[in-house]
């Protein structure tokens, strides 16, 4: 039972109440490295060492101090119209097979990093993420939560008129802006978490509920998107896939709703922890 966080750059074991932690590699004696993606990818190992020795996660996390729990992975996948609901608002069929897309990854930020608004129709998708542990090739439904290092939450914030701004529409561009893809606090894993299959998730700007479901509301579950991607793309240690948004996005309220400097964007998953991310004027 582990969360992995990424505090300045070293890979952290961060408590449940993520106010206090332990660098890794001093409370392991050097067994494992300070790099969070390399501890990504021992973190099957870490959560047993864990589990033996029972380290002291008792140094104070300073507020601020968390970066992206996966600072550098090599591929974000992301898949649209992946709930029920979000279907329904948005008047669309039931996709038959996953809508895959990507976020750059220079695009992640910490779970408390501001988010650049950079026009009128910024918009949030509350989302699960699900990190890759190994390199993952053609694996079954059944197999592909073995391939899985733990989850954590996501914020999939959009640039409206940017990704809308051509046709066909730029989905990849319009979500990858500096700062559009907040994630954290921690990789936590699935015996931590529970059932990815069914958490809730809610977002909150400012204070007003804007989404509120539960991921066995998605279309195509967990382990049949790690399957779907990767027969057709190889899975390495560190990727990420991004699992879709609930109802409750801005662009399809009536009125509309977007984000605006000097709110607050709070991103939260059962057992997961939360994202407080506040908007900021785009330099």
Not at 178 to 186: D, E, K, L, S, W
Not at 192 to 208: H, M, R, S, T
Not at 247 to 258: M, T
Request: proline fraction near 8%; charged fraction near 25%; hydrophobic fraction near 40%.
């Amino acid at each position: 039972m582990t969360r992995l966080a990424n505090r300045e750059g070293r890979a952290l074991l961060l408590a449940p109440d993520g106010r206090s932690g332990a660098d890794l590699e001093r409370a392991s004696g050097g067994r494992f490295g300070h790099d969070p993606m390399q501890a990504i990818a021992r973190l099957s190992e870490i959560s047993a060492w864990c589990a033996s020795e029972s380290p002291q996660l008792d140094a104070i996390v300073a507020a601020g101090t968390l970066g992206p729990c996966v600072p550098d992975p090599r591929q974000v996948f992301a898949i649209g119209l992946n709930y029920r609901d979000h279907a329904a608002e948005a008047g669309l069929d039931i996709p038959k097979v996953p809508m895959v897309f990507t976020k750059f990854p220079s695009c992640l930020a910490g779970p408390e990093s501001g988010i650049p608004i950079s026009s009128e129709t910024v918009d949030w998708e509350a989302e699960l993420v699900v990190v890759i542990e190994r390199e993952t090739r053609d694996v079954a439904p059944e197999d592909a939560l073995a391939c899985v290092a733990g989850v954590c939450i996501g914020q999939d914030v959009s640039d409206r008129r940017l990704q809308f701004n051509a046709k066909p529409p730029q989905f990849s561009l319009g979500k990858s802006c500096r700062g559009f893809g907040p994630i954290g606090p921690a990789v936590v894993t699935l015996d931590e978490a529970g059932n990815p299959d069914d958490l809730a998730i809610l977002c909150d700007v400012d204070g007003q509920r804007m989404q509120e479901s539960r991921t066995s509301d998605m279309i195509f579950s967990v382990p049949d998107l790690v399957s779907f991607l990767s027969r057709h793309c190889t899975l390495l240690p560190g990727d990420l896939i991004f699992t879709g948004t609930p109802a409750g996005v801005g662009s399809v309220r009536e009125p509309r709703r977007f984000l605006k400097a000097g709110e607050t964007l709070i991103t939260a998953i059962e057992g997961l922890g939360e994202l407080r991310n506040p908007c900021v004027s785009a330099e």
